[in-house]
């Protein structure tokens, strides 16, 4: 669905989408699983700046793979968004360099419009954790044979190694062959 400012000009643009599965491309790791049902509203907030604001709720079960075992899952997503827009051309001179702080949650249109599902992509994106996991309690992969600790106990030794003496060490090592005491 495309959202033009003509449009917006004359009132807002209520929506209520269902994008079928598989249509919105995240990424390699991500992949939408259900449809995605969004409803929400698009209004001009400034006309002489060209602000558009896009608000509402979507619904999404994604599938991806834990970040700690590797294991296929199912992630759903339900969240809350309020965004502004701005036109591109309204970007200062020197880049994002020069993008005050007020800016760093306004997202940038290029043309006479927003594609609502470039929208949605990015609202799905900003919903994920820093870390997706199956559960709080997954042990994860060993680090020395592979296997998923969830799965089997591996019985592996792991030795923290702590590599910042290193460089001492070796310094330490120098000195004893040369007979300079510590």
Known sequence: MFISLQELELRSVRFQVDIPAGKIDFDSKLNQASDLHAEGTASLVNQALGEIRVEGD???ETSTVCDRCLEAIQLPIQSQFDLVYMPAGEVPEGGEDEIDETAVEVGFYEGNGLELDD????V???ALPMQIVCSEACKGICPVCGQNRNQRECHCQT???DDRWNSLKSLRAEMAREGIRK
């Open 58 to 60: 979507l619904r999404i």
């Open 119 to 122: 929208v949605l992509r990015e």
């Open 124 to 126: 799905v994106l900003l």
């Open 159 to 161: 030795k923290a190694a």
